[in-house]
Structures are given as structure tokens and as C-alpha cells.
């Protein structure tokens, strides 16, 4: 058996103790590790949603205005610039499918 230290009186303790015999700490249990979110699929996934949420609100603009000649000629940059920075925070705040972070192992 391996011994460890114990967190409140720093006595010697068994690993399979629960809590120290000497002060009644019980012993901290070790942190399961949490896996980490791929960079590169949040990036890709980023990119396909600013995309689609792009190609979405122009096929909506384009049917709600009858013909591009009435609002003379529309720029799509702007809409884009804006889909990216939604498409940003929400990949970031784990909105998007594919983006959430995920749960502890057990």
C-alpha cells in the first residue's frame, strides 16, 4: 500500500484510509480529468454555421424583397461579418451542436 500525506495534519495515512485517524480530514479524492475541447473541430464547425447562418438570412432577405433592382444592389459583407460574429459566440458558449463542452469521465 502506498502512503500519502494527509491534508490537514500532514500525518502519514494509508491510501485506502478514508479519512486521517489523527484529525479527521477526510482524504481529498483526486480530480477525474476532464477532456479538453478539439480546437480544430470548433474551428471548423465555427466556420460551417457563419456559413450557413450567412446563406440562411440571405435566401430570407432575398424572399422578402421582391427583386434585388428595388433596394438596388444589396452587399452580403455586412451580413456576413455579422453571421461570423454570431457564429463566434455562440461556438464559444457551447451553443452550436458539436460545441459543448464535454462532461466528466468517470
Known amino acids: 500500500m502506498e502512503m500519502v500525506y494527509c491534508p490537514g495534519c500532514a500525518s502519514d495515512l494509508h491510501d485506502s484510509t ?3 485517524p489523527v484529525c479527521g480530514v477526510p482524504r481529498a479524492m483526486p480530480l477525474a480529468p476532464t477532456p479538453k475541447r478539439n480546437p480544430f473541430k470548433l474551428i471548423a464547425l465555427c466556420v460551417l ?3 450557413a447562418i450567412w446563406l440562411t438570412a440571405l435566401f430570407v432577405i432575398g424572399g422578402l424583397v421582391a427583386s434585388d433592382a428595388a433596394m438596388g444592389q444589396s452587399e452580403g459583407g455586412p451580413l ?6 454570431v457564429s463566434i459566440a ?8 458539436g ?4 462532461g466528466p469521465t468517470p
Open 49 to 51: 454555421y457563419a456559413v
Open 80 to 85: 456576413l461579418l455579422a453571421s461570423i460574429g
Open 18 to 20: 478514508g479519512a486521517c
Open 90 to 97: 455562440l461556438t464559444v458558449r457551447g451553443k452550436l451542436p
Open 99 to 102: 460545441t459543448a463542452s464535454p
